[in-house]
């Protein structure tokens, strides 16, 4: 249970005042008899009250001063605000500051005995501090080292017969590039057929989704792995060359999403049909009509690799549980807690992408040294020290405080089903269920704003940090108003600025404490400590760029007869809007078909037609795209043409075609 202490060296405000009447205090001597020099300096001190030339005292004669004068008289300042609002005022400062002769909160551990046990153990078996610094150092030793040598078996995987060793590739990695970034007929992206690579994926693929609508044929697809196609073809499953190899492999059943793995995918050139598929927890897309490169995975490539992040957070975890259950050190408990998550979640759990291990290493190390002064501030000057000091509930702190740690550090696996994916306008207006979840989560915190509000109050400390919290929020809504930038909260920010509120020792104050900490390792680790003041480009990501979208005007249609056995489709366009659109560009199946400049030089096209032979009974689909150099803006939505050989006009509003841009989807070029 928590209660307040007794048992603290004092109050942490001022007693209470000394009651008007009360009788003076005569100071004694050691012996307990009073001082005959302070006795007389009081009776002479009544003898003159009591002579008839002594002054007269006003307080006798006067009457007392109201109290709305008092009042008045104290608020003069403030004498343009009506009384009652001052009185509320008044009242609501009194009320936060708190009860008279304010203690701070202490856990009383359950259990005492058991819980203090593993201390008395330390105390009985290592009485002397050196041999529990040789003991911490062989503690750590043996820690580092398993992990090293689990972490160097999960790097290894057997070579592949006429393939050689895989290659290590990201959830993001696909053949073919998004929007125009393959070329015309995309030459860029070739070959299309005759060519594979052995590939290795780690765990966990399913989860990289495509964030922004993605255009694929005459519909768009968000929040879901790129995974086009997977029927049977030639016996095997066949996936556009757009898909995720990834995630195409666990939808094949090639490699395991808890655990990845390896193998070999080959690209197979043209096909006309991806039929939807939904395997291993994975719905594929449908795109009913062809496209210049597939892949496909060869079946028993004898190939062995296994993703070790689940044995690396069992050794890190168990490590960190059994030296929080031994110590009471705060200072021990919170770095050792801090590096060994930091360094799992980074090397294992949620790594940033990289080539290697060894750059991966390169790349946590980088942000490991600032995280550190972080962490020391958190420690030192955000109220972690005052939560962990003093604190003997052993167990109590490794399950509350080290437990809710270690599921914000790994917020990709445990707070996954929160259907918000980033706290931005677009994901809440476009993802399922996102608004509700928001709507239940601000509730929650409202909540526990309430009761941290109250505790602080109970400690005398609720002014000094209300004044904090209104020094974050106006520098928040400062930031909101400078030109050009926009705000953003990230992970390591979020933690940051909540950190101080729970700077207290309560079972609660150790849940939240802990899950911020690990929020921004989390943070840190995966994603850097990127800027709270972002541009809107950078923001923007993949999303629309906002260009203006070409005019087309209704298509001439030639089917083919008797004699000529080719249909072929024309398309004139309006001159471009404005003089910074140098060209355009026209996808047909999501690739580029043709591409044009507004140069006024004799290579300049005005129309585009499009052939295809009469026994193609497929429907295609074309978008249409100013260009600025050799960059595309913002494709209008498809236009169909049917397999009837008709026009179905594209509706209003530009298409996506790009995908999620982190930093880790690229496409493989092949020899």
Same mark, same amino acid.
């Given at each position: 249970?928590?209660?307040?202490?007794?048992?603290?060296?004092?109050?942490?405000?001022?007693?209470?005042?000394?009651?008007?009447?009360?009788?003076?205090?005569?100071?004694?001597?050691? !012996? /307990?008899?009073? +001082? @005959?020099?302070?006795?007389?300096?009081?009776?002479?001190?009544?003898?003159?009250?009591?002579?008839?030339?002594?002054?007269?005292?006003?307080?006798?004669?006067?009457?007392?001063? @109201?109290?709305?004068?008092?009042?008045?008289?104290?608020?003069?300042?403030?004498? %343009?605000?009506?009384?009652?609002?001052?009185?509320? $005022?008044?009242?609501?400062?009194?009320?936060?500051?708190?009860? &008279?002769?304010?203690?701070?909160?202490?856990?009383?551990?359950?259990?005492?005995?058991?819980?203090?046990?593993?201390?008395?153990?330390?105390?009985?078996?290592?009485?002397?501090?050196?041999?529990?610094?040789?003991?911490?150092?062989?503690?750590?030793?043996?820690?580092?080292?398993?992990?090293?040598?689990?972490?160097?078996?999960?790097?290894?995987?057997?070579?592949?017969?006429?393939?050689?060793?895989?290659?290590? *590739?990201?959830?993001? =990695?696909?053949? %073919?590039?998004?929007?125009?970034?393959?070329?015309?007929?995309? !030459?860029?992206?070739?070959?299309?057929?005759?060519? $594979?690579?052995?590939?290795?994926?780690?765990?966990?693929?399913?989860?990289?989704? =495509?964030? !922004?609508?993605?255009?694929?044929?005459?519909?768009?697809?968000?929040?879901?792995?790129? &995974?086009?196609?997977?029927?049977?073809?030639?016996?095997?499953?066949?996936?556009?060359?757009?898909?995720?190899?990834?995630?195409?492999?666990?939808?094949?059943? &090639?490699?395991?999403?808890?655990?990845?793995?390896?193998?070999?995918?080959?690209?197979?050139?043209?096909?006309?049909?991806?039929?939807?598929?939904? #395997?291993?927890?994975?719905?594929?897309?449908?795109?009913?009509?062809?496209?210049?490169?597939?892949?496909?995975?060869?079946?028993?490539?004898?190939?062995?690799? =296994?993703?070790?992040?689940?044995?690396?957070?069992?050794?890190?975890?168990?490590?960190? /549980?059994?030296?929080?259950?031994?110590?009471?050190?705060?200072?021990?408990?919170?770095?050792?807690?801090?590096?060994?998550?930091?360094?799992?979640?980074?090397?294992?759990?949620?790594?940033?992408?990289?080539?290697?291990?060894?750059?991966?290493?390169? +790349?946590?190390?980088?942000?490991?040294?600032?995280?550190?002064?972080?962490? %020391?501030?958190?420690?030192? #000057?955000?109220?972690?020290?005052?939560?962990?000091? $003093?604190?003997?509930?052993?167990?109590?702190?490794?399950?509350?405080?080290? $437990?809710?740690?270690?599921?914000?550090?790994?917020?990709?696996?445990?707070?996954?089903?929160?259907?918000?994916?980033?706290?931005?306008?677009?994901?809440?207006?476009?993802?399922?269920?996102?608004?509700?979840?928001?709507?239940?989560?601000?509730?929650?915190?409202?909540?526990?704003?309430?009761?941290?509000?109250?505790?602080?109050?109970?400690?005398?400390?609720?002014?000094?940090?209300?004044?904090?919290?209104?020094?974050?929020?106006?520098?928040?809504?400062?930031?909101?108003?400078?030109?050009?930038?926009?705000?953003?909260?990230?992970?390591?920010?979020?933690?940051?600025?909540?950190?101080?509120?729970?700077?207290?020792?309560?079972?609660?104050?150790?849940?939240?404490?802990?899950?911020? &900490?690990?929020?921004?390792?989390?943070?840190?680790?995966?994603?850097?400590?990127?800027?709270?003041?972002?541009? @809107?480009?950078?923001?923007?990501?993949?999303?629309?760029?906002?260009?203006?979208?070409?005019?087309?005007?209704?298509?001439?249609?030639?089917?083919?007869?008797?004699?000529?056995?080719?249909?072929?489709?024309?398309?004139?366009?309006?001159?471009?809007?404005?003089?910074?659109?140098?060209?355009?560009? *026209?996808?047909?199946?999501?690739?580029?078909?043709?591409?044009?400049?507004?140069?006024?030089?004799?290579?300049?096209?005005?129309?585009?037609? %499009?052939?295809?032979?009469?026994?193609?009974?497929?429907?295609?689909?074309?978008?249409?795209?100013?260009?600025?150099?050799?960059?595309?803006?913002?494709?209008?939505?498809?236009?169909?043409?049917?397999?009837?050989?008709?026009?179905?006009?594209?509706?209003?509003?530009?298409? #996506?075609?790009?995908?999620?841009?982190?930093?880790?989807?690229?496409? *493989?070029?092949?020899?």
């Amino acid at each position: 249970m928590v209660r307040l202490d007794d048992d603290e060296s004092g109050p942490l405000m001022a007693g209470p005042e000394q009651l008007p009447g009360d009788s003076p205090v005569v100071p004694r001597t050691a !012996n /307990g008899h009073s +001082n @005959p020099e302070h006795q007389r300096h009081y009776q002479f001190s009544d003898h003159l009250t009591d002579h008839p030339d002594a002054p007269l005292d006003m307080e006798d004669i006067d009457p007392p001063t @109201p109290r709305f004068l008092q009042d008045e008289g104290s608020w003069k300042r403030w004498k %343009w605000v009506p009384y009652s609002m001052r009185h509320i $005022g008044t009242s609501v400062v009194g009320w936060a500051k708190g009860p &008279v002769n304010p203690q701070p909160f202490r856990i009383k551990p359950l259990w005492p005995i058991v819980q203090e046990y593993p201390l008395v153990l330390v105390d009985r078996f290592l009485p002397q501090l050196k041999y529990r610094v040789w003991l911490l150092f062989f503690y750590y030793f043996i820690w580092i080292l398993t992990f090293a040598l689990v972490k160097h078996k999960g790097t290894l995987a057997t070579d592949v017969a006429g393939w050689g060793e895989p290659q290590n *590739i990201g959830c993001g =990695v696909t053949y %073919w590039g998004a929007g125009n970034s393959c070329g015309i007929d995309g !030459n860029d992206c070739r070959p299309f057929n005759g060519s $594979g690579f052995p590939f290795r994926c780690y765990a966990d693929c399913e989860s990289y989704h =495509v964030l !922004n609508p993605r255009a694929v044929g005459d519909q768009e697809i968000v929040y879901q792995p790129l &995974v086009i196609g997977g029927g049977q073809s030639e016996g095997k499953p066949t996936y556009r060359g757009d898909s995720y190899i990834c995630a195409a492999a666990i939808h094949a059943g &090639v490699i395991s999403n808890a655990k990845g793995g390896c193998g070999v995918v080959e690209v197979v050139g043209r096909r006309d049909s991806y039929p939807s598929v939904k #395997r291993r927890g994975i719905k594929s897309v449908n795109f009913d009509s062809h496209f210049p490169l597939s892949f496909r995975f060869i079946e028993d490539a004898g190939c062995d690799a =296994v993703d070790t992040r689940w044995a690396l957070l069992a050794i890190s975890a168990t490590f960190t /549980g059994v030296l929080s259950i031994f110590t009471s050190s705060p200072g021990l408990f919170f770095f050792s807690m801090f590096i060994g998550i930091f360094w799992t979640v980074g090397m294992a759990l949620d790594p940033p992408p990289a080539v290697s291990v060894t750059a991966l290493f390169s +790349n946590i190390l980088g942000k490991f040294l600032p995280a550190m002064f972080c962490a %020391w501030v958190m420690y030192d #000057r955000m109220g972690v020290r005052r939560t962990l000091r $003093g604190l003997r509930a052993q167990f109590e702190k490794s399950i509350l405080w080290l $437990g809710a740690c270690w599921v914000g550090a790994m917020d990709n696996y445990t707070l996954s089903f929160i259907p918000i994916q980033r706290l931005t306008k677009h994901d809440l207006e476009q993802q399922p269920g996102a608004r509700t979840a928001l709507a239940v989560i601000v509730s929650g915190l409202f909540c526990i704003f309430a009761s941290q509000i109250w505790f602080f109050r109970q400690e005398g400390r609720l002014i000094k940090y209300l004044k904090l919290y209104v020094l974050f929020i106006g520098s928040l809504l400062m930031s909101l108003v400078l030109p050009g930038l926009n705000l953003r909260i990230h992970h390591y920010i979020l933690a940051l600025l909540l950190v101080p509120g729970t700077s207290m020792q309560t079972r609660p104050a150790l849940l939240y404490q802990g899950l911020l &900490v690990g929020l921004f390792i989390n943070g840190v680790a995966r994603w850097g400590f990127d800027p709270i003041l972002e541009t @809107p480009a950078a923001l923007r990501g993949d999303a629309n760029l906002g260009t203006k979208l070409p005019v087309i005007h209704t298509p001439i249609i030639d089917l083919a007869n008797s004699t000529h056995n080719v249909s072929s489709i024309t398309f004139k366009w309006n001159d471009p809007p404005s003089s910074i659109y140098d060209g355009i560009s *026209i996808l047909v199946n999501d690739v580029e078909r043709f591409r044009t400049y507004f140069d006024g030089t004799d290579d300049e096209k005005t129309k585009f037609t %499009w052939e295809r032979k009469s026994d193609l009974e497929l429907p295609e689909y074309f978008r249409f795209a100013y260009m600025e150099g050799s960059d595309s803006g913002d494709y209008t939505k498809a236009g169909t043409w049917t397999e009837d050989g008709e026009w179905r006009t594209m509706k209003a509003g530009p298409s #996506r075609v790009k995908a999620r841009s982190t930093g880790e989807e690229q496409m *493989i070029r092949r020899r």
